[in-house]
């Protein structure tokens, strides 16, 4: 288990714009990477980490909104509705930043996890909106791109 260093916006935006690679393995690397996620978040106080943020372009994020600890392997968003732009969203890689941002407040998801198990399972509200953001970090995609204009 360890903390890794989180990548920020401007100075690593070429890295932060990268779309990551599905991953294809179910092997210690990942259970490794998925620890390390965890620590990482709980430590800088997130609600959500995407491995691309610690510099790993795979398809794999850690969410925890304080209700439980959520970790989605090759998540894809098959359906999503309704409306949440409650909170103000802001992001580990954009320090400072908060900002109102239209999220859909129930999603399906699909994903693997860390054993290489399909599920797919619905989610809504604050972890909604947060694996959204983290999903959008596989793409190259942050959240101040989707800030409404006003
Ligand atoms: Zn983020």
Redesign the pocket.
């Known amino acids: 288990m360890a903390i890794r260093k989180i990548i920020t916006y401007p100075q690593d935006e070429e890295t932060l714009r990268k779309v990551s690679k599905p991953v294809t393995e179910f092997d210690d690397r990942l259970a490794v990477l998925l620890a390390d996620l965890k620590d990482t978040m709980h430590h800088a106080q997130g609600a ?1 980490l ?1 491995a691309i ?1 610690v510099g790993v372009l795979k398809r794999v994020c850690v969410v925890d909104v304080g209700k439980r600890h959520l970790e989605f392997i090759n998540p894809k968003i098959i359906k999503q509705s309704g409306v949440n732009r409650i909170k103000e969203e802001g ?4 320090p400072n930043v908060w900002e109102i941002v239209k999220r859909p407040n129930k999603i399906t998801v699909e994903f693997y996890d860390r054993n290489g198990v399909f599920h797919t399972e619905n989610y809504s509200g604050y972890e909604a909106k947060a694996i959204c ?2 999903c959008d ?1 596989m793409d190259g995609i ?2 101040i791109d989707r800030v409404e204009k006003k």
């Not at 992001?91 to 954009?94: K, M, T």
Request: charged residues 10%.
């Open positions: 959500g995407s943020q992001c580990l890689s954009v953001h983290e970090h942050l959240f």
